[in-house]
């Protein structure tokens, strides 16, 4: 599971029937205090989430599919929880 934010959205008329009813998104991944980490990745958005907010994402097939009910589903990343606050130790 990583933290990302949330920067845009995909619109599309053609999905694949497994997320057929879900948004699309174009997420950052962030390191706890907010600066980018990697590339940015498409995620299938289960929990409602939209731009600029930080979000949690599931990046394994086995646990899309689990979250979106469907068998083998063409896509590995899923929004599932959106972040009010992060709270860490400072590191020494």
Known sequence: MI???VIGSVVSTLKHPAYDAAKLMVVQPVRPDGSDVDDALLAVDTA???AG???LVLRQGV????VLGVDRPPI?????GIVDQ???E???
């Open 3 to 5: 933290l990302a934010r």
């Open 48 to 50: 409602g989430a939209g």
């Open 53 to 55: 907010e930080t979000v």
């Open 63 to 66: 646990a899309a599919a689990q």
């Open 76 to 80: 590995r990343s899923v929004i599932v």
């Open 86 to 88: 992060v709270d860490c």
């Open 90 to 92: 400072p590191q020494t």
